[in-house]
């Protein structure tokens, strides 16, 4: 039985799920700290969900259409990279958006 989902696109969504998760971490660690320091700051959970989507979504759109566009020879811009990688990024980021909405 041959794979559902070939190979590329899943190299692109765990790729996608790491840098999500990478960016998550960090911003929640920087939020907790900052609380835990009693600095004031706009920093919340929900904009920690958010900046790991951004920041996936800026790194999906550079790595096809700048990077592979400036590699032609050995890459190639193809879009369902991108929505794979994005993909990966909102399988990480939707759990936690649904519990910074418990917090």
Not at 39 to 48: A, E, M, N, R, Y
Request: net charge neutral; aromatic share 8%; charged share 10%.
């Amino acid at each position: 039985m041959p794979p559902l989902l070939p190979q590329d696109k899943a190299n692109h969504g765990v790729y996608g799920a790491l840098i999500a998760a990478v960016v998550l971490l960090l911003s929640v660690l920087t939020l907790l700290t900052l609380r835990k320091l009693g600095v004031p700051t706009l920093l919340s959970p929900h904009l920690c969900v958010m900046l790991s989507v951004a920041v996936s979504i800026l790194f999906a759109w550079w790595k096809e259409w700048v990077y592979d566009a400036a590699h032609a020879d050995v890459h190639t811009v193809d879009v369902r990279d991108f929505w794979a990688t994005v993909a990966g990024a909102l399988l990480v980021n939707l759990p936690a958006f649904l519990l910074a909405c418990l917090v």
